[in-house]
C-alpha cells in the first residue's frame, strides 16, 4: 500500500486528501500538532503523526517520513502574520524538502498559490509577503532536484467539490472547493511519473478531475 506523508495533515485541504487517498487505497500518514485533531484522522483513514514544523529538525522529519512514496506539503499559516507565514509557508517547506531528500522520498507535492490572487484589491503587506514567501517557497521545491509537482490554487471554498476543475500551465484567476484541490492531489499521487516537474493553475471548471490532470501528462 503506497504510503503518502502529509505535512499540514490536520488542515482543511490535509484532512479532505487523507480522506480520498485512504478511499483510493493509500496510506495517508498525516502530521498534526494538537492532540484532539488525533481521532478525527485516525477515522478518515490516516496515520495519526504527532510533530510541530517549527521544532522538528530536518533529520527528526526525515524519520518521520522515512518509507513513504510521497510528501505532499499543504501547510500554512492561515493568515497568523508575516513571521509564522515565514516559519511554515518559508522555512516550514524548505525544511520539508530538505527532509524528503534524507528520508529518500522522489516525489513531491506542493499547494502553493494563485499568483494573480486578489491583485486587483488594495495591496495588504501581509498579503504581499505571503505571496512572495509562496514565490520562493516553489523556486526551492524547482531548484531541488525532486519529482515535484506545484499546485497553485485560486481561491479555497468550503463548497462540496463537483469533481471539475480548470487546470493549465496559466489560466484565469477563480475560486475552488478544497474538496477539489485535495481530488487533484490525489490523482497527481497517483501520476507519478508522467505528470512531474510541472506548475499546475487550479480553479473550478468543468473538466473531470482525471481527465484535467492526464492533459498535462
Ligand atoms: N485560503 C485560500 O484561499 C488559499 C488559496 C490558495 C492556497 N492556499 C494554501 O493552501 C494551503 C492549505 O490550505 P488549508 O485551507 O488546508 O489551510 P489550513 O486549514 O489552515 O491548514 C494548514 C495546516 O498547516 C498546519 N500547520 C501550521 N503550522 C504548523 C506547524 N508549526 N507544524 C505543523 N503543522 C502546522 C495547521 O495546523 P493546525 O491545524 O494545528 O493549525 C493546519 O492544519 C495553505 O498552504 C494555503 O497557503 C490557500
Known amino acids: 500500500m503506497p504510503k ?6 490536520a488542515g ?12 483510493r487505497g493509500h496510506e495517508p500518514l498525516s502530521l498534526y500538532r494538537k492532540a484532539e485533531q488525533r481521532d478525527e484522522l485516525t477515522a478518515l483513514g490516516a496515520t495519526p503523526i504527532e ?14 517520513m522515512r518509507g513513504c512514496d510521497t510528501a505532499v506539503f499543504s501547510a500554512g499559516a492561515g493568515g497568523a502574520g508575516m513571521e509564522v507565514t515565514n516559519a511554515i509557508d518559508g522555512a516550514g517547506l524548505e525544511k520539508a524538502v530538505e527532509a524528503a531528500k534524507v ?21 495588504k503587506d501581509d498579503f ?15 531548484a531541488s532536484g ?14 462540496t467539490g463537483r469533481g471539475r476543475v480548470r487546470a ?3 489560466i484565469p484567476y477563480g475560486e475552488v472547493p478544497r474538496d477539489d484541490v485535495a ?13 512531474t516537474r510541472t506548475i499546475i493553475e487550479l480553479t473550478e471548471g468543468e473538466m473531470p478531475v482525471s481527465d484535467a490532470i492526464a492533459r498535462l501528462a
Open 103 to 123: 528520508a529518500g522520498i522522489q516525489r513531491f507535492l506542493l499547494v502553493s498559490v494563485f499568483p494573480d490572487a486578489l491583485r486587483d484589491q488594495e495591496r
Open 51 to 64: 510533530g510541530d514544523l517549527i521544532s522538528l529538525s530536518v533529520e527528526d522529519l526525515a524519520d518521520l
Open 146 to 159: 525532486l519529482d515535484y509537482v506545484i499546485v497553485r490554487p485560486g481561491t479555497l471554498t468550503e463548497e
Open 4 to 9: 503518502i506523508f502529509i505535512v499540514g495533515g
Open 183 to 195: 481530488a487533484v492531489l490525489a490523482e497527481l499521487v497517483d501520476r507519478r511519473p508522467d505528470v
Open 168 to 170: 493549465d500551465l496559466a
Open 12 to 23: 482543511k485541504v490535509g484532512r479532505r486528501l487523507a480522506q480520498q487517498l485512504s478511499e
Open 128 to 142: 504581499e509577503n505571503y505571496i512572495k514567501v509562496k514565490k520562493l517557497a516553489d523556486a526551492y521545491l524547482v
